[in-house]
């Protein structure tokens, strides 16, 4: 497994350095580390997120009409009217969700001196959260959580290989599901995304059944393991320092700054890629057409340049332009979701319980994608 994993913001720091915009021979692909070239190769449409268009490519890696593995115009089109579907009366009515949940969950282990944060409040509240978002019927959320449990396997990680067996099968469950329910769901109340997303929006303008179903599955892959990681994480790099931990107990009007500053240090997804469409000048260096090229959204987010002390968290930190949700046009469309689960859960918490420690250190997944922890046990009195 990669070695560079157990110090990664030293090897994001060394290339920062030396070779921002780096040719990795072995993997044959392009690595950008600062954060004016990220921000440089995430806005122009000289690259695609279509890996098809690469040289290299693995036709293993499976081209589907979820949103982002869409170009323009396909990808504009298709973003619009999923975006449409994320009203602000259903962000609303999930933040009762959210603030509902997290209370429950904490009431579950409030009299257990302590609780693995992963297992007992981030990854069961980002799935309430997903499937309220996308209306699944209360008495189908047993099987949800399953599917999303088996569609956010991840290939790098051996131990969840097993579940990769069963990815296929259960991915055409799921699909059927979503098929089905967008038939009876639409033009009900409260029919969540599915039903939404079914009906015509913009004009006479609709998702095909193939984008609904892939566009589904995105919001359920993107939007698990990431949030889940954020409240871990972020909760992990507070429990671990008592000073930062009392002074947002006492500034809790910091609270959204803090999020933002977490975001940036923990950044739940490192990195992502894209394809140069034809030769490009990025940073100095001439990337070919057909070439990948990787935009580490960590390194960026750490870069002195655009942070002064990037390495210090500073739960206030204003301006903070950090790249943990992307940028450009397929820059996080969750991200209001995401950020919301992560307040609620840090001030019910933070207000709970007054003496947080960490039971020992948390683990985290080995992934060079995926900053996201896999235990983190804390005690409380
Ligand atoms: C802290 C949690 C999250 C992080 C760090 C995160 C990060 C990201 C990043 C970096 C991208 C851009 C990828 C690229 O440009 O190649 C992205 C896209 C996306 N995310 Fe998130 N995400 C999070 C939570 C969520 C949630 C909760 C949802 C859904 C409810 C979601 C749905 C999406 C979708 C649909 C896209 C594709 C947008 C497009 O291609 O136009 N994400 N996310």
Not at 49 to 64: E, G, I, K, L, Y
Not at 224 to 239: F, K, N, Q
Not at 313 to 330: Q, T, V
Request: hydrophobic letters at 45%; a negative charge.
């Amino acid at each position: 497994m990669t070695p560079y994993l157990d110090d990664r913001h030293t090897a994001y720091q060394r290339l920062r350095e030396t070779d921002p915009v780096h040719w990795e021979p072995t993997m044959r692909l392009w690595v950008v580390t600062r954060h004016a070239d990220v921000v440089d190769l995430l806005r122009d449409q000289r690259y695609s997120v279509d890996h098809t268009n690469a040289t290299d490519f693995v036709p293993a890696a499976q081209a589907t009409t979820s949103m982002v593995n869409l170009d323009p115009p396909r990808h504009t089109r298709v973003r619009a009217l999923v975006a449409a579907a994320f009203t602000r009366p259903l962000l609303d009515s999930l933040e009762t969700v959210v603030d509902a949940t997290v209370r429950g969950l904490l009431d579950r282990v409030a009299l257990q001196g302590g609780l693995d944060v992963v297992s007992e409040l981030a990854s069961p509240l980002a799935l309430t959260v997903l499937a309220e978002l996308l209306g699944i019927a209360p008495e189908d959320r047993g099987r949800f959580r399953v599917w999303a449990e088996v569609l956010g396997a991840d290939r790098e990680d051996g131990t969840r290989a097993a579940l990769e067996v069963h990815g296929a099968a259960v991915r055409s469950a799921f699909a059927g599901y979503i098929r089905t329910w967008a038939a009876v769901a639409t033009g009900r109340p409260g029919e969540g995304l599915i039903g939404a997303l079914a009906k015509p929006r913009t004009g006479d303008d609709r998702l095909d059944q193939s984008e609904l179903v892939a566009n589904c599955q995105l919001i359920v892959t993107a939007g698990h393991e990431t949030a889940a990681s954020l409240v871990a994480s972020g909760l992990a790099a507070l429990v671990g320092d008592s000073e930062r931990l009392e002074r947002l107990r006492r500034q809790p009007e910091l609270l959204e700054a803090a999020v933002e500053e977490l975001l940036r240090l923990e950044a739940p997804v490192q990195l992502t890629s894209r394809v140069a469409r034809e030769d490009v000048e990025l940073g100095g260096r001439h990337i070919q057409g057909g070439h990948e090229v990787v935009a580490v959204l960590a390194a960026a987010n750490r870069d002195p340049e655009q942070f002064p002390e990037p390495d210090v968290c500073d739960l206030g930190r204003s301006p903070n332009p950090h790249l943990a949700f992307g940028r450009g046009p397929h820059f996080c469309l969750g991200a209001p979701l995401a950020r919301l689960q992560a307040r609620i859960a840090f001030r019910h918490v933070l207000e709970r319980f007054p003496r947080l420690r960490l039971a020992r250190e948390p683990a985290f997944r080995r992934s060079a994608v995926l900053r996201s922890p896999t235990r983190l046990e804390v005690l409380f009195e």
